[in-house]
């Protein structure tokens, strides 16, 4: 062999050893896949969902999940089998890990996001990868506040069917809170927009503040109140010891009960306009405590005690819809402040779409009384904004792209769209 035919056969080989190098690295790195977000994305509000795909051979059971044997139940317990965890390595908060149930390797995860560079790690099965994501706080004078609003008498406490409830208000809509705005984020993302949603007040921990207010009113003025003449006392309290033009409040009534014994609510209501939305504390037992917690909450199958809390969860009976149903109707009030109509298409916010809210972030239905197994939805079943109500969000100036530029990203600097 002439030393050319040599060098060229030698070049050859190493061509192909290295095609088979970066091949295997490519197969490697689709073993978790996140598709919706790069690695490197900086972004202006602090709750990411992250969607993708881990690879049957890295859950490691595909004759199980793809036998034709199977029934569809066995096959939904057999998919809930496999989960997936993603450690924000670079934070300390109790939402560090988040772990979630897959539906034949899809998944979606929430991350709670620290100032800077966030390194995010998935397992799943034997499986693992990386991803780096940047966050990147935002002053912006137009926000969504968050407003607790109690009787006379300061009482903060919610109904709850548990002994020990921590009663941990403020963490729960705090949580609750960055759910609607990262929903927002991307199903504005999602329908062609960018990632458009509103910023929230946070403190220098990253919590949403949570305006702690009284009315007035004895519980029992209170209870004698319509919806109407409820929305207006809390409305006008907001103004007055809140004040400011530049936001649009999602208020929770404090003070509203469970009446055990007539079997109502009581000072119950969920209306929203002008500037602001408000909806009651009932169902806050079953919210999650942090963005940890969320995949937990949206797939508690505890039956309601409707001997202690208020049934309002779209005849699920479960904690899970009753998460759904009334984190649901806060986004659905906000958006009435935003000035969105009704809607007509059943799976948008404006409609009774919000009871399915958990589904922004679950890759299936919990079992309940309305569904007996597990069941996985289409996209197309997915809760929604309706493509009018959309194209008046985008022009909303409350609603801010928070995805930002890299100009904005090496200059540091704070911007205001
Ligand atoms: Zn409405």
Known sequence: MKMQDAFRKGGTLFTTLALAFTLTTALKAQDIQVQNLSSGTTLSYPVVLLTGEVSQSAINHPSLVTSEQMTWVERAKCDRQYSLRVTNLSSKLPSRTYQT???????KALVELVPGANRLRFEAGNKTNEITLHYQRIASNLKVRLVYITDKTGNTRYDSQFEADPQDYSSRIDTAAKL???FLAERMYTLGYGRKTFGLEL???GKVVVHTIRLPHTAAHLNRCNKNELWTLCNAAVQKQLGG???KNLVITAFSRYDTVNKRPLAHTALGGMS????SNLGMCSWPRHI???????SDTTPICEGKVYNDSSYRNTLWGLAATTIGAGIHELGHAFGLDHSSDPHCIMSRGFDAFHRAFMVDDAPSDRNWVTIHFSEAENVTIQSGAAHLLASNPWLKTQELSRYARRSGTALAW
């Open 101 to 107: 149930t897959m539906f034949r390797g899809e998944f």
């Open 180 to 182: 609607m705005q990262t």
């Open 203 to 205: 403190d220098p921990k």
């Open 245 to 247: 033009k530049d936001y």
């Open 276 to 279: 602001t939305g408000v909806i």
């Open 292 to 298: 940890g917690d969320v995949a937990r909450a949206f």
